[in-house]
């Protein structure tokens, strides 16, 4: 049995040590928020934060995620109300919406290590997220928007 | 009782929509070719099984059902909000459901060529009035007075000289006794408060919190994860297998081979069942598979494009259609040009990689799935257990992405197959390596045109094209020709031409293809608009005038022509300023698109632009129109400069997104999508968008450099 800490619960998993974090969220933990896209970090639907950092969890070992705390896009926020989250349906930016738990994900670590990013900066952080459907100008946009927002908080603060 | 009868108790019962509602649906009479109007009451008393879009509760709960599949282009979300209108509900008050798989309540489900709206908007608002109809009517027998006084508004029906009001719930119980009107007045367009209106979408929520729930997120009770190691050569038969290290992982509850029908030929493979999807995959690789590919020929790509060349060098082909005699023009020509184009195999590589749920219980089976034609395999299974249709329940997830290559029933047959043999629900998950690698695929092409200038204009066009034909796959007449190789080309061209043939040379190859989005045309577009622009060239015209001069008479190309000129400021250009422009047709829907490129310091090529306008008609969301060009404009791009599917020894040698690279965020370069307004029937949304991006990409780099590429995909580092 591995314990894991997810979105601030607790769960036993009886996973080998080698099991990708990916599949012990999905398959044992139940949380089907986080996508398989490639399996090899090629594409960034599986992305989760540990410990706060964006990692892809299809190739993050259970092991390595034991006792660590562990956000997946279903504890993003409480009510959709994360602001990328609602940046997100400002923009509307999901067509199948597959890819977009990893999308948001990695931005969320975006927008918390840079609060002003430039467009450059949203490439640089996002071309490790595949998105088939096209939906990149609205991910930069909606990231744009989201830090205005969050802007306009910590000024209202 | 009629089994008629039993039946539509069982609908109602397992819907859980019993108690009193109002049901409307159309029935379709075997035997009529129209469908008509009857309610969910009149339906009990006939005996009939509803296709009910509608559904009010009495407690005024408005249920609409999306019959499509919502793949992304927006059926969850543009179905409903075409019922609301004439319903008169508000989009933020109603539930929005998916319609099983069933082809007598909702006629065809498919969700392919682009015609999820084009093909049922009329009837949904007829529908839609004819509840509201019904229930004004309700209303006005209440309260004793004309229904001519009475209107209906977000979900009420209220007495305009009174101003009295009942709720659609209060209603339900009276209208559903009514036999629905044949005479409901449509709204006019300038009425509409909800279609034409861009509206965020519902399913928008559920996809950025986690709770949408895709194919691959459906769980039932017992259910066990499967993969399966297919024959990585696409035919032939496994030999012989050692599953010793499979069996040993912890977890693996089974392994087997398994059979797979694939259009006329079998697919064979191992599958391995386990408790969780990491178990099964972990014992897929530790098996041991020997195959037999007899017969089998070991395809390479550089063979199939010589090929290809070879027969367009040599044959005539199969002609689709002719006009005066392009060849005699051609011979007596001064100024020609005789060119190849070449597009490559792809693969559809959604972001959610094909996998299905399903439970054979013997006298049912039950799938869940990211399927685009829930219908057709329902229809497939029921044929294959020799079960009534009813005893098959098809149900869609979300679909993160399908691209066409949902629409096949190979997976969903193969869930099922695996079910039986186990005897407990299981979901089949392929790798993305499976669904790169296995098809089936867009057909690589390769066109020869051929065009003769006279008088600095076109004299005559010959077209020839070479590539598999898709229906090859389902139907074995040889003799025809693939009547899809002009798909994409403007068909008012052929009125302004007067030599013109067109014509397939058949080839085969024992790779199974499949619709890639927008099919043949997202091929066909890049030859067509590529040749269009050499020969404008070739003509020394402007080569938006010359399609301009070639499509007149024809008022919609004309004003899309207008406002393409005008959105991309073309007539301002810059000489060789890297503008380039292309025109298709696509599911009834003309597209054109300018592309700017220019160079960059580090010599790379940069699009700077894009501009795109789309004719779609009678539309019901302007912001999803513009996300689905948007889409389209980079998978084109994608399919144009950045992945192939390459065949080597007869597999495919892309296994991964490292491999078949698909472009990223740092390579879209701004789009620019504007909607024609008009009085046209709806057209295609989904698709059309695709088709015209590599040739005005291509026609705006000869425009800057000279260069013209005549062959996909090209890489943009290595242009200048």
């Known amino acids: 049995m591995i314990s894991l800490n997810i979105n601030q619960k607790d769960y036993q998993v009886d996973a080998d040590p080698d099991m990708p974090l990916l599949w012990a969220i999905r398959d044992l933990a139940g949380l089907t928020g986080t996508k398989f896209g490639c399996g090899v970090a090629q594409c960034g639907a599986c992305v989760v934060h540990l410990n706060g950092e964006a990692v892809r969890s299809c190739v993050t070992k259970v092991s390595r995620a034991a006792g660590q705390k562990i956000v997946t896009i279903e504890g993003l926020s409480q009510n959709n109300d994360h602001r990328l989250q609602i940046a997100w349906n400002e923009a509307n930016v999901p067509q199948c919406g597959y890819c977009h738990s990893g999308q948001i994900m990695s931005a969320a670590v975006l927008l918390r290590e840079n609060p002003n990013p430039t467009d450059e900066d949203i490439d640089m952080a996002m071309s490790g997220n595949i998105c088939r459907c096209g939906t990149y100008l609205r991910i930069r946009k909606a990231i744009h928007l989201a830090a205005e927002m969050q802007r306009k908080e910590s000024s209202s603060r | ?720």
């Open chain 2, 1 to 720: 009782m009629s089994a008629q009868n039993i039946s539509r108790r069982n609908f109602i019962r397992s819907s859980g929509l019993a108690g009193a509602a109002l049901y409307l649906g159309f029935y379709l009479p075997a035997a009529a070719k129209e469908s008509q109007i009857v309610s969910g009451n009149a339906a009990e008393n006939g005996g009939i099984e509803l296709n009910a879009w509608i559904r009010i509760g009495a407690d005024g709960k408005v249920t609409l059902t999306d019959h499509r599949a919502e793949m992304g282009q927006g059926s969850y979300q543009s179905v409903p909000q075409i019922i609301a209108e004439e319903l008169e509900v508000n989009m933020a008050d109603v539930n929005i459901i998916f319609g099983q798989g069933s082809q007598t309540k909702y006629g065809s489900q498919i969700t392919g060529g682009s015609s999820t709206i084009s093909s049922s908007y009329k009837k949904l608002l007829q529908l839609s009035a004819t509840a509201r109809q019904m229930l004004i009517t309700a209303a006005a027998a209440k309260w004793a007075v004309p229904a001519s006084e009475c209107y209906a508004e977000s979900g009420s029906v209220i007495h305009k000289p009174s101003g009295k009001k009942f709720h659609y719930g209060e209603l339900v119980a009276d209208a559903s006794k009514l036999e629905p009107p044949k005479d409901v007045v449509l709204k006019k367009r300038s009425e509409y408060k909800i279609i034409g209106k861009p509206m965020h979408r519902r399913d928008t929520p559920l996809k950025t919190n986690g709770t949408a729930i895709f194919g691959i997120d459906k769980r039932v009770d017992g259910m066990l994860f499967a993969t399966v190691e297919r024959n990585p050569r696409l035919r032939g038969k496994v030999k012989s297998f050692d599953d010793t290290g499979a069996r040993k992982v912890p977890g693996v509850k089974h392994v087997f081979k398994v059979q797979m029908p694939v259009f006329n030929t079998i697919r064979e493979g191992v599958a391995v069942v386990a408790t969780s999807t990491w178990a099964a995959l972990k014992g897929r690789r530790a098996l041991k598979i020997e195959w037999d590919d007899t017969g089998f020929e070991h395809v390479n790509t550089p063979d199939i494009y010589k090929k290809h060349e070879e027969l367009l060098k040599t044959q005539e082909g199969l002609s689709l259609s002719k006009q005066g005699d392009p060849d005699a023009v051609l011979n007596g020509a001064s100024k020609k040009i005789d060119v190849i184009y070449q597009t490559p195999y792809e693969a559809h590589a959604a972001m959610e990689p094909l996998n299905c749920a399903a439970w054979y219980q013997v006298d049912k089976i039950e799938v869940w799935g990211p399927i685009q034609a829930p219908d057709w395999v329902q229809g497939d299974l029921a044929k294959q257990y020799k079960l009534k249709p009813e005893q098959v329940t098809v149900n869609m997830t979300f679909l993160g992405g399908g691209f066409g290559r949902k629409a096949f029933l190979d997976y969903p047959a193969e869930a099922v197959i695996i079910s039986k043999e186990i005897n407990a629900p299981v979901l089949v998950v392929w790798t993305r390596e499976d669904d790169i690698t296995q098809g089936p695929f867009r057909a690589g092409m390769s066109y020869r045109f051929e065009g003769a200038i006279e008088n600095d204009g076109i004299a005559a066009i010959k077209v020839r094209a070479a590539g598999q034909n898709i229906e090859h796959w389902n139907g074995p007449d040889r003799g025809k020709p693939n009547d899809s190789i002009s798909e994409g080309f403007l068909k008012p061209y052929l009125k302004n031409i007067k030599n013109v043939s067109i014509a397939d040379v058949p080839y085969e190859m024992p790779v199974p293809n499949m619709w890639w989005r927008s099919v043949y045309a997202s091929t066909n577009g890049f030859a067509y608009e590529s040749f269009m622009d050499e020969m404008a060239h070739a003509a020394g015209a402007d080569p938006l005038e010359f399609r301009r001069k070639y499509l007149q008479g024809d008022e919609s190309c004309q004003a899309l022509i207008d406002k393409l000129e005008e959105v991309s400021g073309w007539k301002s250009r810059e000489p060789n300023g890297g503008y380039g422009v292309s025109i298709t047709e696509c599911f009834g829907s003309n597209v054109g698109q300018v592309v700017k490129v220019s160079k960059s310091d580090s010599r790379r090529l940069n699009i700077d632009h894009v501009w795109a306008v789309m004719d779609c008609g009678w539309y019901v969301n302007p912001d999803i129109i513009r996300a689905q060009v948007e889409g389209s404009i980079v998978m084109a791009l994608g399919a144009a400069t950045t992945h192939e599917i390459t065949f080597k020894d007869g597999m495919v040698e892309q296994k991964n997104f490292y491999a078949y690279k698909m472009p990223r965020i740092n390579d879209i370069p701004p789009i620019e999508v504007h909607i024609m307004e008009n009085t046209s029937d709806a057209t295609g949304v989904g698709e059309p968008g695709l088709p015209p991006f590599s040739a005005a990409l291509t026609n705006a780099i000869f425009d800057l450099t000279g260069k013209r590429i005549r062959k996909l995909p090209f890489d943009l580092g290595a242009v200048v």
